[in-house]
């Protein structure tokens, strides 16, 4: 067993204090197995007390503020590598190991796990409570594609155990798909067994510009739906820029075996000129890095709104959402969207009721939804987080009732107020 992390590093964030909008908590607790995890929820629902899980805090801002918070959980004290074989192409992780240090010791065997789109200091039980994703899904899928199984610790006390450590696994329901982006309502994840990929032979980013947003999101459509089989095909305008020199950038992520590449590259490039691109460039190495790099610009905003359509739709959601920011005079704002996938993130300077109703109105307009990522406390109700509730939110609060009927974990900070 390898533990990722330090018991210094894990003490600094006991002391650390937890705040949640205008609530703080009053005690944290670092629990360091499932059974003493469960062991606290049961306490703290006993008593009342309400629990919010917490591993670095890098998603704390995601959907509404919560409810109550008495208790801050923190995953520090699981942050274990629990089993690896590298021949077998699973790993099995406690909830607080960071995403950065978890690739580091997977790529020692020539290995990742394919979620990006998260800062390196991420926890896995966060990246899976929220169901975080970046480019990469194109290829590889979200969590919910790359998990095989859950161990959480419930508020009545019990260690719940779903999926397994295996790939082929197809006893029984896959209960651990309930957890995926449940942030945590379900039960308090505790550790994830989780496919990993061998590290591609080469990869390279083929990058066009674009005057016309139009002509680069129907570019990266074609592309995203082609047989290349790219990683990723993302689109990313930026209006910080002056209105003389406004472009969109679409990136091409080529990744696999040399030659695969190469194929792949010829063909994107030849496809990007052929639809107007103004310039197109081939970047490798530490280029290639600092490109995909920029493409996560959008995230250093204070402010962050996620957008989601159909694939088909994506091209006109841009355009939309362009023209309604411009509308509302905002000058300093990047976005970037997922063709072949359906999302775009925005990330915004500044971010109020009317701006983000105009945003939901567009989403919605396409049969699509609007998520908050990080915004001002006043927009952090269930209501302006999330949305109107679906259909399918009585059977969402059924599922609630069994696992957390005392609202112990989380309470009000999911769909409707969960």
């Excluded at 500044?350 to 006043?378: H, I, Y």
Aim: hydrophobic share 45%; aromatic share 4%; glycine share 10%.
């Amino acid at each position: 067993m390898a533990t990722i992390g330090t018991t210094q590093a894990a003490d600094a964030c006991v002391a650390k204090p937890r705040v949640l909008g205008r609530l703080e908590a009053h005690v944290s607790v670092s629990p360091g197995s499932p059974s003493e995890a469960a062991h606290m929820l049961s306490e703290a629902r006993r008593a009342g007390h309400a629990v919010v899980p917490w591993g670095n805090g890098t998603a704390q801002a995601l959907g509404a503020n919560p409810a109550r918070f008495d208790v801050a959980c923190l995953t520090s004290g699981m942050a274990s590598i629990v089993e690896y074989e590298p021949a077998d192409l699973v790993v099995t992780l406690g909830a607080g190991a960071m995403i950065a240090e978890v690739q580091a010791t997977l790529r020692e065997h020539g290995q990742f796990l394919a979620l990006d789109g998260v800062p390196g200091r991420a926890t896995i039980g966060g990246i899976v409570a929220t169901n975080r994703s970046g480019s990469s899904r194109l290829l590889y899928g979200t969590a919910r594609d790359l998990v095989l199984g859950i161990t959480a610790a419930l508020p009545n006390g019990d260690v719940v155990r779903s999926g397994g450590r295996v790939v082929k696994n197809v006893v029984g329901y896959d209960l651990n798909k309930l957890h995926i982006g449940a942030l945590g309502t379900l039960g308090l994840i505790c550790e994830v067994t989780m496919k990993v990929h061998p590290l591609p032979r080469a990869e390279t980013s083929v990058v066009g510009r674009f005057t016309s947003l139009e002509s680069a999101s129907t570019a990266a459509h074609a592309l995203a739906r082609s047989n290349l089989s790219l990683r990723a095909v993302d689109v990313s305008t930026d209006l910080d820029d002056p209105p003389a020199g406004f472009m969109t950038v679409v990136g091409a992520w080529c990744s696999g075996w040399p030659s695969a590449v190469s194929r792949q590259s010829r063909e994107v490039a030849a496809s990007f000129r052929g639809a107007g691109a103004i310039s197109v460039d081939t970047l490798l190495g530490d280029d290639h890095d600092a490109f995909r790099a920029s493409m996560e610009k959008h995230r250093q905003r204070p402010n962050r709104v996620k957008l989601t359509v159909l694939p088909d739709r994506l091209g006109q959601l841009q355009l939309r959402v362009a023209r309604v920011l411009r509308d509302a005079g905002v000058t300093n704002a990047s976005a970037i969207a997922l063709a072949g996938i359906g999302v775009m993130q925005v990330g915004l300077d500044g971010l109020d009721r009317p701006l983000l109703a105009r945003l939901r109105e567009v989403a919605e307009a396409a049969s699509g939804t609007c998520v908050t990522e990080a915004a001002p406390d006043a927009l952090r109700t269930p209501d302006l987080a999330w949305g109107r509730t679906r259909d399918d939110f009585r059977i969402m609060a059924r599922i609630r009732d069994e696992f957390d009927p005392s609202r112990t974990i989380n309470p009000g900070r999911f769909v409707g107020g969960l």
